[in-house]
């Protein structure tokens, strides 16, 4: 099952002038990892990269019906400190998930590091956007990296 799952994880702030190229790449790297057989795509629920990638899945599944989005989300409340706009797009995306899965009730302080490693426990790909090495994507790359997954920086060229 791991080899047919990939994880997402990248930073909450992109350049919108990085922005095109950036879901570009996304874009091929997902249709790449479909030809090799990846059905399963986690994502974490987040704003920015966690957000794009979502909606990228959601947009191909109209072109590969069987890939399946499963967020893995830290708690039930989020977004309790969210836009109304970006609240509206979070919603939406879970609604058209396959699956929803809650690693943690209610927040506390630890609960998206066990969301991240949920996503990488469970995956044998990790699509990432990653720009520094420092936070929480730092972390959950260096985590992908000491399990074996195959790593796919989308912000190298």
């Known amino acids: 099952m791991k080899s047919q799952t990939c994880c997402f994880?990248?930073?909450?702030?992109?350049?919108?002038?990085e922005l095109p190229q950036i879901k570009s790449k996304l874009k091929n790297t997902i249709i790449e990892l479909i030809n090799n057989g990846v059905i399963y795509y986690g994502a974490g629920g987040a704003l920015g990269f966690d957000t794009l990638a979502a909606l990228t899945v959601l947009e191909l599944k109209q072109q590969y019906?069987?890939?399946?989005?499963?967020?893995v989300l830290p708690c039930k409340n989020q977004t309790r400190n969210w836009q109304q706009s970006d609240i509206e797009v979070y919603e939406n995306i879970k609604s058209q998930a396959d699956k929803v899965v809650f690693t943690s009730e209610m927040y506390y302080n630890g609960c998206m590091l066990k969301r991240n490693k949920h996503l990488v426990d469970n995956s044998g790909y990790c699509v990432c956007y990653k720009t520094r090495d420092t936070g929480g994507t730092a972390y959950t790359v260096k985590y992908a990296t000491e399990k074996q997954l195959n790593i796919i920086n989308l912000a190298k060229d």
Do not use: S, V, Y
């Open 65 to 71: 019906p069987q890939i399946k989005l499963i967020l």
């Open 9 to 17: 994880t990248g930073h909450r702030k992109i350049p919108k002038d």
